[in-house]
């Protein structure tokens, strides 16, 4: 069964950098698209940037022009590269991945970042 698996996350200062990996297990099919979102305590989960198979991205206003997202040639990995770090990015990340009506979730990243 698909599975994605989220790593990458930690403890970073303001204005540092961390990247996250996801990588889907248990296929060799190609995602649709790959994405990131993220949920802060308290707080609804809140869309990041997705790519899709031709390379497409999209980026949430937040994290434009800080977060970069690539996705891997075999199209079941995702990374999003996140420079310029900010206190307020401090969230649970999750992978996303979607192939054809299926949707599939990691179980997420902690991400601190502090002032």
């Known amino acids: 069964q698909d599975q994605l698996v989220e790593s990458g996350g930690g403890l970073v200062q303001a204005g540092g950098s961390l990247r996250l990996s996801c990588a889907a297990s248990?296929?060799?099919?190609?995602?649709?698209?790959m994405g990131w979102y993220r949920q802060a305590p308290g707080q609804q989960r809140e869309f990041v940037a997705v790519i899709t198979s031709s390379g497409v991205t999209k980026y949430g206003d937040a994290v434009k022009g800080r977060f970069t997202i690539t996705m891997g040639k075999a199209q079941i990995t995702a990374s999003l590269q996140m420079n310029s770090l900010k206190p307020e990015d401090t969230a649970v990340y999750y992978c996303?991945?979607?192939?054809?009506?299926?949707?599939?979730w990691g179980q997420g990243t902690q991400v601190t970042v502090s002032s």
């Open positions: 996303n991945a979607v192939r054809g009506s299926r949707s599939f």
């Open positions: 248990g296929t060799i099919l190609s995602m649709n698209t």
